[in-house]
């Protein structure tokens, strides 16, 4: 199967089914130091004016079905990412902080995901009610806060999980990122040797191979890159974050 990435894109409030394909998609683009080395700049290329100054917080969409519609956003939240792992018949009952149900999510014994009870748009770190593409990942405060419950963040607030009868991880945001590709923000590429952003890591997809503050490390990487003439061999440092805000796009690829 031909490797392809996805990129998240804001759209309007339509909502997915619990059979619905996901489709993660993701935009993300940031500022960096180019290694001359690898691409040099090209003066006919348009430069993009964009600068760090011009990110703005944002929602994307990532999955979308005809009753349920989830997002991700720009912004973090709590001390990293729990994933939860959902088998036949397992119950993902997510409660407000009063114990009221917020929402709660089912795999059928078919393999597909009751999602009715959730609301019908969900903002979190990725959640994709798909069989194929399962995903169940919140913003979260540290497992060892509670001993009863997980505090996990949706919607913009903190909500809670029992631990009992479910299987998950925790990782510090940290560890979170190193696992990720990203992609650049149209206000956050690459450099070239001139400083000016390169318009040729856009669009691009990249692991991380450093954290250092709010700067990472980047190298561009061929397995989620789509077509084969569109990788680019680029590598550089790029910003990571402003205060609690991500200025790169987790990428999606299979």
């Known amino acids: 199967m031909k490797n392809t990435i996805f990129i998240y894109i804001a759209i309007p409030f339509l909502f997915a089914s619990c059979k619905e ?18 691409i040099p700049n090209s003066s006919s290329e348009e430069v993009p004016p964009a600068s760090i100054a011009d990110c703005k917080q944002g ?4 999955f979308e079905g005809e009753t349920f519609a989830s997002y991700t956003e720009d912004k973090m939240r709590g001390k990293g990412i729990v994933s939860f792992t959902l088998d036949i018949n397992d119950r993902l009952t997510i ?11 089912v795999l059928n014994e078919d393999m597909t995901y009751f999602t009715l009870t959730m609301p019908k748009k969900v903002v979190a770190r990725k959640v994709v009610p798909n069989a194929d593409f399962a995903a169940f990942e919140f913003d979260s405060e540290n497992v060892n806060t509670d001993k009863e419950y997980l505090f996990i963040y949706v ?3 903190k909500r809670k999980v029992k631990k009992t009868g479910l299987k998950f991880t925790f990782s510090t945001w940290e560890d979170y990122i190193k696992k990720q590709t990203v992609q650049l923000k149209d206000c956050n590429l690459l450099t070239d040797a001139q400083g000016k952003p390169n318009p040729k890591s856009k669009g ?22 789509g077509e084969e003439g569109s990788f680019r061999d680029m590598q ?16 999606v690829c299979n």
């Open 21 to 38: 394909n996901a489709s993660d998609k993701v935009t993300k683009r940031e500022e960096s130091v180019l290694n001359e080395s690898t």
């Open 59 to 62: 929602e994307y969409l990532v």
């Open 95 to 105: 409660l407000n902080e009063d114990n009221t149900t917020f929402g709660e999510m």
């Open 155 to 157: 919607n913009k607030e």
């Open 204 to 225: 691009l997809a990249f692991t991380v191979t450093a954290i250092t503050g709010d700067e990472i490390k980047i190298k561009s990487v061929k397995d989620c890159s």
């Open 236 to 251: 550089g440092k790029v910003k990571l974050k402003s205060a609690d805000v991500l200025l790169v796009d987790f990428a």
